[in-house]
């Protein structure tokens, strides 16, 4: 994702929270999506925020959208070992329905 | 529903061989995304359809590529004269035209190895 850029790795201990943080540049995004890829697996769609909101939280799970700086982040409380995987960011535009994917973070979490 | 299938898994292919995937959509979805994914990268995009009506391509869609959905359902993608570059997983999604987030459901991909 040449307009989405995510951090390569984060570590966290069993219990802490983990932020994983992406940036994007453009502007006309409509939706950001946050995918979760284990080993072996395909993309597994986590949560999303539409671009007018500026946070949402589902479960262990929130968002935080700036808009302005073009930052999302996705806080994960309470991080167990099943958390352990690959993040993927990704945006939506409005002239087009592809996915615009970031590099990913590999999340690893120890006991 | 059954989720995103495709077929085959993995598929490890001779350079200059000719390959098809197959990707079966979640049965309501009326919009099918192929990507591709390189090791250490995220998905890339290379087409979409909307029902049997193919709406974009990625300039990563080279001559050798190409995506068909005849009926509105399944979709195969073929890739003439493999290359060593080509060695990828091979991403499928779907989508409802009625949500307006575009929520897409991922398939377990084909991994392809070219040798």
């Known amino acids: 994702g040449e307009d989405v850029e995510q951090s390569l790795f984060l570590s966290v201990r069993e219990g802490d929270s983990s932020v994983i943080n992406c940036t994007y540049t453009d502007s006309s995004s409509t939706y950001l999506y946050w995918y979760k890829q284990e080993p072996g697996a395909g993309l597994q769609l986590l949560t999303y925020i539409f671009s007018n909101m500026d946070m949402k939280q589902d479960q262990r799970l929130t968002v935080l959208l700036n808009k302005k700086d073009k930052h999302l982040s996705l806080r994960i409380a309470d991080t167990q070992t099943g958390d352990s995987a690959i993040y993927f960011c990704a945006e939506s535009r409005d002239n087009t329905d592809k996915l615009i994917f970031g590099t990913g973070t590999r999340l690893q979490v120890f006991p | 529903d059954t989720g995103v299938s495709q077929d085959p898994r993995h598929k490890i292919t001779k350079r200059g061989q000719n390959v098809t995937f197959r990707c079966d959509p979640i049965?309501?979805?009326?919009?099918l995304y192929w990507y591709r994914q390189t090791l250490g990268q995220g998905p890339e995009f290379l087409t979409y359809?909307?029902?049997?009506?193919?709406?974009?391509k990625s300039r990563l869609l080279s001559d050798r590529f190409s995506a068909e959905r005849p009926k509105g359902s399944f979709s195969t993608l073929e890739i003439q004269r493999t290359e060593q570059g080509d060695s990828a997983m091979y991403l499928c999604?779907?989508?409802?035209?009625?949500?307006?987030?575009?929520?897409?459901?991922f398939g377990p991909g084909t991994r392809l190895t070219v040798l």
């Open positions: 049965s309501e979805h009326n919009r």
């Open positions: 999604a779907s989508s409802s035209w009625t949500k307006p987030n575009n929520e897409q459901f």
């Open positions: 359809f909307q029902n049997e009506a193919q709406l974009e």
